[in-house]
Each structure stands twice: as structure tokens, then as C-alpha cells.
């Protein structure tokens, strides 16, 4: 043959897709494991499209999952993220996706690494990118993950069958520091930005020191290139602060705003009374056009530890965080506690729906 064929499956994860694949049908991780996510996915390619592959031109659309049987004592499976750049050749590990995490449950139960279970199953994660558990409690139609459902999740069109994603101890996930400068606030390139790690890395900027209203389009945030490289470089600077310096995917720049009035990406309208606040995130150089969970997961515990600018705006303090995004509202749970006197997370909960698209075999020269 001309091309290889490696056994895979297409899904789609919360407002996200993925290729997974089995561990054992890939080779160990390294150049030669990269080149066959690139070639499967159409990267590099300079025209944006990724055209010769499957991926879809943006950060949230190319991105691939490595599943496996699991060695930790508490976990079912291994599960590795990989995001994958559209223009280059680069395949990034230095983070975790909380939407293709999503798709993870599904998979095992269908490729039976996991037994399915009546009603529920569960599967315990054990993502190898941050050295987290994630715990999946996936509804089940027979012997197979459900796919139909109620759960109405923004960004995705339609209705599916809720997963729920417990993500436990998400705290210093990239850095091993929750607060990876010891500090809820610093300045970074001339703007207060909050430095937190939970689940990923993110540094939080406040949208009106940037002369925003955080109410902007991702379009109007992308063709902005003035604000892109203002953005790219707080980001660049926060990551030599977070001890994390070199990768395009880590951490992620996000941008926060008190509660207002706001259009979705379906025209939707929004009341400031239905959000606790709103926020913008840049994944791999694009604004998200919903909010990257991992990234929405740690605004959650951002907004629950006094002093982080993410604290200052959110109207609530208590309950879920109902983010508004550009997509819509999503609201998310997570439980911040204190250790020595130190903030400590300890568990976020998000909501997700998930579906296989497509399986077979991806083939690549």
C-alpha cells in the first residue's frame, strides 16, 4: 500500500473534534507517533485549511486522543491529548482539552476497555498530560454510550445525553502550582493579570485595561492584529512567569469582564442578570468560538479565590459560575477550599455531550 492504515475513530467532544486512537495501534511517543498525527490531522498547512487531512483549520478542530489501558491504581484508562497546530508542524502535550476529554468515557465503553454498565457507567481517567484524574459518568443506551439525550450544550447544535466530567484536584495541572507566581495578581506587560493553573494554565486579563467590553465577536478579536500581538505577548511573558516558557498551547490568554447585556454567535440574546460574568479565550492564536473547558474549568476556581481578577468580576461568589461566552452560558461547579493558608481546588464538574462520527481507519503516506 501507499499509505499506512491505522485503526481510529472521529468524535466529537463537547465543542470540539478529535481523532482517537489506541495506544497500541501508534508508535511510542516521539517524532515518529507526531509525524502520524500530522499527516492525519493535515498539518502543516499553510493555507489554513488543513485540507489534506481531517482536521478543520482551527485550534478546537484539530486535535487528537491516545487511549489506552491504565497502570495508575485508580484510574481504567490512560489518556493522552495531543493538539496539533494547523500551520506548523507541531504536536503540543503540554495540556489537556476538557472537551475531548469528554469523548474519552464513550470510547472506552465502546471499544469495551471498560465494561458497560446499566443506566451508567464510569470510567476513571488517568490523563498522562497533567498527571490528573478525570472521573466520567456516562449515560448508556443498551450496551453502547448514549447519544441522544436532553442536554442542550452551547456551541453544539441539537440535544444530546448529558456526561458529567468530575475533574479532581485540578490544581498546578501544568505548573504544580495553583497560583504557579504565589500570588492571585501580578503585572504583565503593563496590565493586571492573574497567573492560575487548574487543570490548565491560563493567565486572566481584565477586558477594559485592553480597551474591551468582553461582549466582542472572536472575528472582531481575530482581525484585530494590533490586539492579537498585544495578547501574544502577555501570554509569552506569563508563561516565563509560570515557569512554562516555549509552547504555543500553554498557557492560554483569556480576557474578563463583568456582567452585561450580550449577542451570541446564533443571535441569541443574553441579559447581564443571566450571567455571573463574561470572558474570551485565545487558543493557539485564535479567540475560541465557544470558551476551551479546560480554560472555563479554571476561571471556575479563578472566580473563587479572592484577589484574582477573575474574583473582581464575577457577580456571585457562590454557587455555580455562569460564564457567558460567545457562544452562550455555561455554567460550571467548582469547590476552592484553603491548605496552610494557601488556596487549595479541589474538584471542578462541567457538563458535556459527546458522539462518534465516524470509525475505521485514518490513512496516511
Known amino acids: 500500500m ?21 495506544e497500541g495501534d501508534l508508535p511510542s511517543p516521539g517524532p515518529d507517533r507526531d509525524c ?34 491504565s497502570g495508575h491504581p485508580d484510574a481504567d484508562v490512560d489518556y493522552t491529548f495531543a493538539q496539533v497546530e494547523v500551520s506548523k508542524a507541531v504536536v503540543d502535550y503540554t495540556g489537556n482539552c476538557g472537551n475531548c476529554s469528554s469523548s474519552v468515557g464513550p470510547f472506552a465503553i465502546d471499544e469495551r476497555l471498560v465494561p458497560p454498565r446499566d443506566g451508567e457507567t464510569t470510567v476513571r481517567i488517568h490523563n498522562t498530560n497533567t498527571k490528573k484524574l478525570i472521573i466520567a459518568r456516562v449515560p448508556m443506551a443498551d450496551d453502547e454510550a448514549a ?10 447544535p441539537g ?15 501544568g505548573t504544580g502550582q495553583l497560583l504557579p507566581s504565589g ?4 503585572t504583565v506587560e503593563g496590565v493586571a493579570a492573574s497567573l492560575v493553573d487548574a487543570t490548565n494554565p491560563v493567565v ?10 468582553g461582549t466582542e465577536s472572536p472575528q472582531a478579536m481575530d482581525g484585530d492584529r494590533e490586539l492579537c500581538a498585544r495578547l501574544e505577548r502577555i501570554r509569552t511573558r506569563a508563561a516565563e512567569l509560570m515557569g512554562i516558557p516555549g509552547s504555543a498551547a500553554n498557557p492560554k490568554v483569556a480576557v474578563v469582564a463583568a456582567p452585561m ?17 463574561l470572558a474570551r479565550v485565545i487558543s493557539m492564536g485564535n479567540c475560541h468560538r465557544a470558551f476551551a473547558l479546560t480554560s472555563a474549568m479554571c476561571l471556575a476556581v479563578a472566580a473563587r479565590i479572592p484577589g484574582t481578577v477573575v474574583y473582581e468580576c464575577d457577580a456571585s461568589h457562590a454557587g455555580d459560575v455562569r460564564l457567558g461566552h460567545p457562544s452562550g452560558i455555561l455554567p460550571i461547579a467548582a469547590t476552592v477550599s484553603a491548605r496552610d493558608g494557601v488556596p487549595y481546588a479541589e474538584r471542578v464538574t462541567v457538563y458535556r455531550t459527546a458522539r462518534r462520527l465516524m470509525e475505521g481507519f485514518v490513512r496516511v503516506p
Open 2 to 22: 501507499s499509505q499506512r492504515r491505522i485503526r481510529a475513530v472521529y468524535m466529537r467532544g463537547g465543542t470540539s473534534r478529535c481523532l482517537v486512537f489506541h
Open 36 to 69: 502520524i498525527l500530522l499527516a492525519a490531522l493535515g498539518s502543516p498547512d499553510p493555507y489554513g485549511r488543513q485540507l489534506n487531512g481531517l482536521g478543520g483549520g482551527i485550534s478546537s478542530l484539530s486535535k487528537a486522543c491516545i487511549i489506552g489501558p
Open 147 to 156: 447519544v441522544e439525550g436532553d442536554f442542550e450544550l452551547p456551541g453544539v
Open 159 to 173: 440535544r444530546g445525553a448529558r456526561i458529567a466530567l468530575d475533574f479532581l484536584e485540578p490544581g498546578g495541572a
Open 183 to 186: 500570588r492571585a495578581t501580578d
Open 204 to 213: 486572566f486579563v481584565r477586558a477594559r485595561d485592553l480597551g474591551l467590553s
Open 261 to 277: 447585556p450580550f449577542a451570541a454567535l446564533d443571535s441569541t440574546a443574553y441579559g447581564a442578570e443571566q450571567v455571573d460574568l
